[in-house]
């Protein structure tokens, strides 16, 4: 019996064989019989077989073998009854049935047969609560005890998972926590495989297999942090799939993204980047904000291709959502920052970051393409919407473009000379600055010459890029230009051709794609609706005051680089409209663009000559001080009979100027200084009268009105008061009018240097009557030195420009006011960067060092190290530059800055060893960044200049000798800062250095001065900021019984009050606080700028101090403050915003011998300070002076306190008479100096008077 049941099921097997053919006569009855095997469950009686098994594995093979796509359902559903009733009736299912199910899931299969891999999946589907525990098992078996044998499978294991879970979640119940074991492998592949599955699982559309298994979820993130390359870069790409799929789980993807995208590894956080982008495409609001905070990081990133990718994805994500709007406001919104930052990145020093920027603003920012008036609507609502820094960023970026179009200009017109030396000599240093405007310099060089070469040979070639480059071209015009000259130079043998891609980029720059007269008369119509109320303003998220001004603006720059667009009486009508207007600025930038393009107004547009006159008049008497100096250029430059026009200007304003009313006073001294730099042989004379009867005697000489004490170093420009806003521009005007003359013939630029070194001197207060206010001091002392430094800009005047006015000048960036420092130092950098300052003007940013501020001295730095790389990068390009090597190579700058800090008011004893650490720290904060790298053996060079000053003396004082030591001991600490830091100065100087004779005599024949100024216990101080440790003979023999100083203890918070008329202001000690410290406004109480905070050091701690005497106490100091404070070089200040402040303690007599007048220190403490010693009483308790006028010492009293040995709680009443006797001191000595003695009256030598 069991023998025929053996032989039915394998004849039925061969006749469902017939069922593969469904057009056989036959197919019917093997239908029938499938139909009745299923109905009566026929094979089910082979479960008493001991072979059922390979009964039922034939029977399955032949099932999945035989169904095609020819049959009909029926055929599908007899098949799966037969089926699924023996895998369910069953005991199990074993290994070998169970691989003929899931073999049709393999991707090979399933391609060959997708019927069989249907049947599959409906089979696994109806059987899951029976056969999910045999897959469990077979997963088992192949991921957790590695027996790949048990199925031919098993290398299948990943596709087998990902096709089970798609057709049923339920069949991997017990396979899920398997492959969380997989994930903690220590096989890097075997991790980066099943990361791949996770990945797959986990981004599926459908998929809830993050909620459903958070642990598996949590171990897969880990995933992004594996140490594997390969695990984190699957991770990373996994992500976008899973922020399309699933923004659920955005929240717990961002901050494993946050980490990589810092990773190590470019190639992560390049694919951080796709990710997010890719997302943000598709929706933006599968994105957070913190995601595209990642993206806007990544453009700042050190890899090129990174920030590529990341200024490329923000740029398209701007013109989707942005410009065409494709989500709504809201999304418009979301990333309107885009245009901001992708300018801002024109800021970095990259050609290629700036390359990118202005494609991507070519194409994606306002789109090239556009009709023009789309165009010019796009460029003008972003503009108006832009960010003042990405406003400068843009004007920065066509006025490079502008500037490489005058280039290839000049290039071309250098063709049309005849051949020479010097003609070729030109040539290839302009060749030399086109290439460095493109991206890879070094091959750009090459490829430029090759490109110079084609247009010298090529007429045509030539012609089509005069016309690229002509004002005239049109848009359209430029368009075909490129194209024409990009299929003249491209080979078709050659697909890929670098030369032809430079070309292209140089093409870009200098192509006018977006300006023209057709796109500046559509701009001005947009300004036009603007101010007549009918533009869409409001819709595209701009005012109407906003749009106009902006839009205006945006003429005014255009108007230096694209002018004769400008040229139309439509345009010219429509900014006189302007000009009309309440608002100050539009007016001004209307007069501008006047002046910027109106060469031709005269002689083509009368009527708009006609109407324009008046206007500009008007402006330049009762406009505003920008008008006014705006219509006096205008005229200047756009009228032939420009003499009468002045002069219909200059003589009412001269005749009506009256001190008596300042406010009325500033728009006329702006035009008449104007007046007289434009044209001084017309002006000169007649200035020269009003400069020495009304400027100097009636303005300047005299304070009118009293200054608000409001306790203030510096006032908003609202607060101040006209009078002071009229001597401002009084001695603005005094150095125009010295401009326009450029000769010291009258002697009127030594009156006027003495005049403004006075105004130094007296700290702003000219008269010295005590009415001006101190913030109101402030901006005069601002204008002084400013003015100094603009007339050292010219040579005639640099040349009488005395040493001590050029050091008076310098101490204005250590100025007490955080305002006056930070924009004199602005000013200066201004000036140096453009190469218009003489080099010894640069040694003033070594005095930043003792800036008590970070920003103001990390901004100095800045400054340096930008300074010096424009000198060297200027002597690289021209090899005539050779020539004047003094007073361009930055190494040259030593001498002056060494002759500088040894006249600082603060360097008063030469073997002070606080003091020398100060100038110290003055000395390395130049030389650090000069020493960055050995450039031609540049450390032994300016080793060498150290050495040579010894061997001279110092020009300002020959005879002097304390004043040659100083110069020496700072030449020493030079030194000794040089060879610390470099073991390569030790080496012969290639050159012979040349000293400016101007502040060092010649050396004397056979003088030798090899002596050391700093002692080598000093030496180690210096350098280490300890002292040198002594040996063991002399710990012994050390006397235990040595004086010293007693420590003091900061003063506890209830002892400090603030207020700012001094009454009550005590403020803590600054301890042992370190030099970075000493910079942080949260150390101090003291409020913005106020005038006389006081800082009371208690030697000892006091418990029972009377807080009435310390309030007299306070008061009293403050009272001597007023004739000695310094003005910006203080130990204990605050940062920026809250450090200008005036400190008022005693006076200490040098122990040594008789008193000199003391001079205080600028600036912050000094590293050592407060370490392990008591603070020093000549740091705390002198008195403060600000560089420019002594401190008035008592010489006739006993010495003052001395550190440790005085304490504060001294009676009241010898406290009082103490600082009484100081301040009558201070009156004699100010009397019997004749520097400080000095009345300010127009009888003195200052006055511009021949």
């Not at 359209?476 to 078709?492: F, G, H, M, S, T």
């Not at 003589?651 to 006073?665: F, G, T």
């Amino acid at each position: 019996m069991p023998q025929k049941l053996h032989i039915l099921p394998t004849i039925n097997l061969r006749q469902l064989k017939g069922l593969e053919d469904t057009k056989s006569p036959q197919f019917n009855r093997y239908f029938y019989l499938l139909e009745n095997l299923a109905w009566v469950k026929s094979y089910n009686i082979c479960f008493e077989l001991e072979d059922c098994n390979e009964i039922f594995i034939q029977l399955f093979r032949t099932l999945f073998s035989v169904i095609n796509n020819s049959h009909n359902k029926k055929v599908q559903m007899h098949m799966l009854d037969l089926m699924s009733s023996i895998i369910m009736e069953g005991d199990g299912v074993t290994q070998e049935l169970l691989d003929s199910i899931l073999i049709n899931l393999i991707p090979a299969h399933k391609n060959l047969n997708k019927q069989s891999f249907d049947l599959a999946k409906v089979l696994l589907k109806r059987t899951v609560q029976t056969i999910e525990a045999c897959i469990a098992n077979f997963f088992n078996q192949v991921l957790v005890l590695g027996r790949s044998s048990v199925s031919d499978l098993s290398e299948h294991v990943f596709d087998l998972i990902q096709e089970l879970f798609a057709i049923d979640p339920h069949l991997l119940l017990s396979v899920m926590p398997q492959l969380e074991f997989k994930l903690k492998s220590n096989d890097g592949e075997e991790r980066l495989a099943v990361v791949r599955l996770l990945a797959k699982l986990f981004g599926s559309k459908d998929s809830d297999l993050a909620t459903q298994n958070r642990p598996l979820w949590q171990c897969f993130l880990g995933r992004f942090n594996d140490i594997h390359v390969p695990v984190r870069l699957e991770s990373v790409k996994f992500a976008s799939h899973c922020l399309m799929n699933h923004p659920d789980l955005a929240k717990d993807l961002t901050e494993y993204l946050k980490v990589r995208s810092h990773d190590p590894e470019e190639a992560i956080r390049h694919d951080v980047i796709v990710t997010i982008i890719t997302a943000a495409k598709r929706d933006l609001a599968l994105v957070n904000d913190q995601l595209l905070g990642f993206v806007r990081e990544r453009t700042l990133d050190k890899r090129w291709r990174v920030r590529k990718e990341a200024m490329m994805g923000l740029a398209q994500l701007y013109k989707k959502y942005c410009l065409h709007g494709e989500a709504g406001k809201e999304a418009a919104e979301k990333v309107s920052w885009i245009k901001d930052k992708l300018l801002h990145i024109y800021y970095q020093n990259s050609i290629d970051d700036k390359l990118l920027v202005e494609k991507i603003f070519a194409q994606y920012l306002v789109p090239h393409n556009l009709e023009t008036e789309e165009r010019m609507k796009c460029l003008y609502y972003l503009y108006a919407s832009l960010d003042p820094n990405a406003v400068k960023a843009l004007n920065e970026m066509w006025k490079c473009q502008n500037m490489l179009r005058s280039h290839v200009r000049e290039l071309l017109d250098l063709h049309k000379q005849p051949t020479s030396e010097a003609n070729c000599s030109a040539m290839f240093g302009k060749l030399m600055t086109i290439a460095k405007n493109l991206p890879d310099p070094g091959k750009a060089q090459d490829f430029v010459k090759k490109f110079n070469q084609v247009l010298g040979d090529d007429e045509k070639l030539r012609s089509q890029l005069e016309l690229l480059i002509s004002p005239t071209c049109s848009c359209k015009q430029a368009d075909v230009c490129v194209r024409e000259i990009a299929r003249k130079l491209a080979n078709p043998k050659q697909p890929t051709n670098p030369f032809l891609e430079m070309v292209k980029f140089l093409l870009e720059r200098i192509a006018p794609v977006h300006i023209d007269s057709e796109a500046i008369s559509a701009l001005v119509k947009l300004m036009n609706k603007s101010i007549e109320g009918t533009a869409d303003d409001e819709e595209e998220g701009v005012s109407p005051d906003t749009a106009i001004r902006s839009g205006l603006e945006l003429l005014k720059v255009l108007s230096f680089t694209h002018p004769t667009s400008f040229h139309s009486a439509e345009t010219y009508e429509s900014l006189l409209q302007c000009l009309r207007m309440e608002d100050d600025k539009v007016a001004e930038a209307a007069i501008q663009i006047f002046r910027n393009t109106g060469h031709k107004i005269e002689t083509d547009l009368p009527q708009i000559r006609s109407t324009l006159i008046p206007i500009l008049h008007q402006k330049a008497k009762r406009g505003t001080p920008h008008q006014a100096k705006q219509a006096v250029h205008c005229i200047h430059a756009i009228f032939t009979n420009k003499e009468v026009q002045l002069a219909q200007i200059f003589e009412p304003l001269s005749r009506s100027l009256n001190a008596d009313v300042p406010e009325q006073l500033i728009t006329p001294l702006v035009s008449l200084g104007h007046i007289s730099m434009l044209a001084p042989d017309q002006f000169a004379s007649p200035m020269k009268s009003v400069v020495a009867n009304f400027i100097v005697k009636d303005l300047l000489m005299n304070d009118r009105s009293t200054g608000e004490k409001n306790g203030k170093l510096w006032s908003p420009d609202e607060e101040v008061s006209p009078e002071v806003l009229a001597k401002v521009q009084a001695i603005k005007l005094l150095v125009r009018w010295l401009l326009g003359m450029k000769n010291n013939q009258s002697k009127s630029a030594n009156s006027t240097l003495r005049l403004l070194s006075a105004m130094l001197v007296s700290e702003g207060d000219l008269t010295e009557q005590k009415k001006i206010s101190k913030s109101d001091m402030s901006r005069l002392r601002l204008a002084a030195g400013s003015a100094i430094m603009k007339l050292a800009q010219e040579p005639c005047y640099h040349e009488i420009i005395t040493p001590e006015q050029f050091q008076l000048c310098a101490l204005v960036i250590n100025d007490e006011c955080y305002q006056v420092r930070q924009i004199f130092a602005q000013k200066l950098h201004k000036a140096l960067v453009k190469l218009l300052l003489p080099l010894e003007y640069m040694a003033i940013f070594a005095l930043c060092a003792k800036d008590p501020v970070k920003e103001r001295r990390a901004h100095a730095r800045q400054c340096l190290l930008k300074n010096i790389s424009i000198r060297r990068e200027y002597i690289k390009q021209n090899p005539m530059a050779t020539e004047k090597l003094l007073s361009l190579l930055p190494e040259y700058v030593v001498p002056y800055m060494i002759h500088l800090l040894a006249h600082d008011p603060d360097f008063t004893r030469s073997q002070d060893v606080d003091q020398l650490r100060d100038i110290k720290e003055c000395l390395w904060f130049m030389l650090e960044v000069l020493m960055t790298k050995n450039e031609n053996n540049s450390h032994a060079f300016m080793k060498k200049m150290a050495e040579n000053i010894k061997l001279t003396k110092d020009a300002q004082s020959p005879d002097e000798s304390k004043t040659n030591e100083k110069l020496y001991t700072v030449c020493d600490v030079a030194l000794c800062v040089i060879n610390s830091k470099s073991a390569l100065c030790n080496a012969d100087s290639p050159k012979d250095p040349v000293l400016p004779m101007k502040f060092f005599t010649q050396p004397e024949k056979d003088f030798c001065n090899d002596k050391s100024y700093i002692s080598e216990e000093t030496r180690v101080l210096l350098l280490t900021g300890k002292p040198k440790p002594a040996g063991v003979l002399g710990a012994v023999n050390k006397p235990l019984s040595a004086t010293g100083r007693k420590p003091y203890v900061r003063s506890t918070g209830a002892e400090t009050g603030s207020n700012i008329n001094v009454n009550s202001e005590l403020n803590p000690s600054t301890g042992n606080r370190s030099r970075e410290q000493s910079s942080e406004a949260a150390e101090t109480g003291v409020s913005e700028n106020e005038e006389n905070p006081v800082r009371i050091i208690s030697v000892t701690p006091v418990k029972n101090i009377d807080p009435v005497k310390n309030k007299e106490i306070n008061s009293d100091q403050a009272a001597q403050g007023n004739i000695s404070s310094d003005r910006g070089k203080k130990r204990t200040v605050t940062a920026a915003g809250a450090e200008n402040i005036q400190q008022k303690t005693d006076e200490k007599v040098d122990e040594s011998g008789p008193p000199a007048p003391s001079k205080p220190r600028r600036g912050r403490r000094p590293k050592s300070e407060s370490q392990g010693n008591a603070t020093r009483n000549d740091d705390i308790n002198k008195p403060l002076s600000k560089g420019r006028k002594r401190a008035a010492v008592n010489q006739e009293s006993p010495g003052g306190l001395e550190a440790g040995k005085k304490k504060i709680h001294l009676q009241r009443e010898k406290m009082k008479a103490k600082q009484k006797q100081a301040l009558a001191s201070a009156k004699t000595w100010i009397q019997n100096d004749p520097e400080q003695k000095m009345k300010l009256t127009s009888k003195h030598t200052f006055c511009l008077e021949n």
